[in-house]
């Protein structure tokens, strides 16, 4: 699933459950965003983030003018072009 998404970080986070010492373990978990733009966290391993770590965006929202819609873009492309419009 996180193949086809992008990835825009990742972090480790307790995951509440109790143990003997009352404590949750840390986790890896990801930031993404799929093809229809909508956030989403999913929990990855040691080893699967060491693979996708090279794939992480910087992306930035931008708002056309001429047709009124949001889309998001690479952060540092000199000319974002709106996936609708064209414009």
């Known amino acids: 699933m996180l193949e086809t998404?992008?990835?825009?970080g990742f972090y480790k986070r307790w995951n509440h459950s109790k143990t003997r010492n009352h404590r949750g373990k840390k986790y890896l978990h990801a930031y993404f965003y799929d093809q229809n733009g909508v956030f989403g966290i999913k929990r990855?391993?040691?080893a699967q983030?060491?693979?996708?770590?090279?794939r992480i965006k910087k992306i930035k929202w931008y708002y056309c003018e001429h047709c009124g819609s949001k889309f998001m873009s690479d952060k540092y492309k000199a000319d974002p072009q709106c996936p609708k419009c064209g414009k």
Do not use: F, G, N, P
């Open 44 to 46: 990855v391993s040691k």
């Open 5 to 8: 998404c992008t990835i825009i």
């Open 49 to 54: 983030a060491l693979l996708l770590k090279h």
